[in-house]
């Protein structure tokens, strides 16, 4: 099994920033896609951000030029930079990796606990 834990959420003002980290760790062969989620109460999880090993980086429109997603590929973490937050992007965000476990043929895709993000007007 693959786990994902989550850190860096919190409260944060309107125009301010937080970084979001997804560390993976488990008996992982390789991991592909990377991303981060979010949801709030009564609306579908959407993608806010994923990354490709090879660097494709996909956003939502709703947050292109304010987040940032890298990856280390060495510590299987990605993280999340999130600037000018907006009340809007409060939301529970959810890391998400697409991962190959050793002795296993296929990829599956895991979840993280979610972290929450509150942004004050």
């Known amino acids: 099994q693959v786990q994902l834990v989550e850190s860096g959420g919190g409260l944060v003002q309107a125009g301010g920033s937080l970084r979001l980290s997804c560390a993976a760790s488990?008996?992982?062969?390789?991991?592909?896609?990377m991303g981060w989620y979010r949801q709030v109460p009564g609306k579908q999880r959407e993608l806010v951000a994923a990354?490709?090993?090879?660097?494709?980086?996909p956003y939502a429109d709703s947050v292109k030029g304010r987040f940032i997603i890298s990856r280390d590929n060495a510590k299987n973490t990605v993280y999340l930079q999130m600037n000018s937050l907006k009340p809007e992007d409060t939301a529970v965000y959810y890391c998400?990796?697409?991962?190959?476990?050793?002795?296993?043929?296929?990829?599956?895709?895991?979840w993280g606990q979610g972290t929450q993000v509150t942004v004050s007007s």
């Open positions: 998400k990796c697409s991962a190959r476990l050793v002795g296993s043929s296929w990829f599956r895709d895991y």
């Open positions: 488990g008996s992982i062969f390789s991991i592909n896609v």
């Open positions: 990354i490709t090993t090879g660097g494709t980086t």
